[in-house]
């Protein structure tokens, strides 16, 4: 069965550095969302992309953040220079369309230590 | 501002009994999605129920979505110690450019002692 993946499971990094988080969409999806989760917290939205531009972002989802889909596969996350309030899961998301029926499918998620 | 809010937060049962697990909004939702999350891993898509007084069963879950849209339980039979995990129920906001984002409750997050 297809599924979402996520490179690297685990990222240590400190303060002030930056983090390339990545991703491999279900083929044939065409909308692609990043999520985080800090401990504890709801899962939140971050970003959300289609047709190689984002469609709607967060208020967490500042200049620091940016998103890319280099190529027909990957799909990544970058936090410019992380701060502590980084730490997170992150969930990389796609679906095929928007409507019910056309569900967002989860990657196995990043998890992302900003020490 | 939509809000999902699940209730109870956390639950320990035993083995063999059975359950219920709440999401509940003052907002009206097109549909709403319940994923069963691991220690360390992404959410795992278990339903989507989208009309309102609509119910799905997936062997001993049964899914129910309130008339009214707003509402939506998880009900377990006979639970089992692989049924533990945290429970998220997860709402789509649409914006302007008709795009969806998930809202998300905080879980209920359920333990099955054998």
């Known amino acids: 069965e297809p599924e979402v993946t996520q490179t690297p499971s685990h990222q240590v990094t400190q303060m002030g550095q930056e983090v390339i988080l990545r991703c491999v969409p279900i083929?044939?999806?065409?909308?692609f969302y990043w999520y985080r989760q800090i401990l504890g917290q709801k899962v939140e939205f971050l970003v959300s992309?289609?047709?190689?531009?984002?469609?709607?972002k967060s208020e967490i989802f500042d200049d620091q953040f940016s998103v890319e889909r280099p190529d027909g596969s990957n799909f990544t996350l970058k936090i410019r220079s992380t701060k502590l309030e980084d730490s997170a899961m992150y969930f990389c998301?796609?679906?095929?369309?928007?409507?019910?029926?056309?569900?967002?499918?989860f990657g196995p998620g990043t998890r992302l230590t900003v020490t | 501002t939509q809000l999902l809010e699940q209730s109870p937060q956390f639950l320990s049962i035993q083995e063999g009994e059975n359950l219920t697990v709440y999401c509940n909004s003052s907002?009206?939702?097109?549909?709403l999605q319940w994923y069963r999350q691991e220690p360390g891993e992404g959410p795992v898509l278990l339903v989507t129920?989208?009309?309102g007084g609509e119910v799905k069963k997936l062997k001993r879950l049964t899914f129910q979505f309130g008339d009214a849209r707003k509402d939506s339980s998880l009900h377990i039979t006979a639970a089992q110690p692989g049924d533990t995990g945290l429970y998220l129920c997860?709402?789509?906001?649409?914006?302007?450019?008709?795009?969806?984002?998930?809202?998300w409750g905080l879980g209920t997050s359920l333990a099955v002692n054998p």
């Open positions: 997860a709402g789509p906001k649409f914006n302007a450019g008709n795009n969806r984002k998930l809202i």
């Open positions: 083929s044939n999806h065409l909308y």
């Open positions: 129920v989208v009309t």
């Open positions: 998301a796609s679906s095929e369309g928007i409507l019910a029926g056309y569900e967002q499918y």
């Open positions: 992309f289609y047709n190689n531009e984002i469609s709607e």
């Open positions: 907002s009206v939702f097109s549909s």
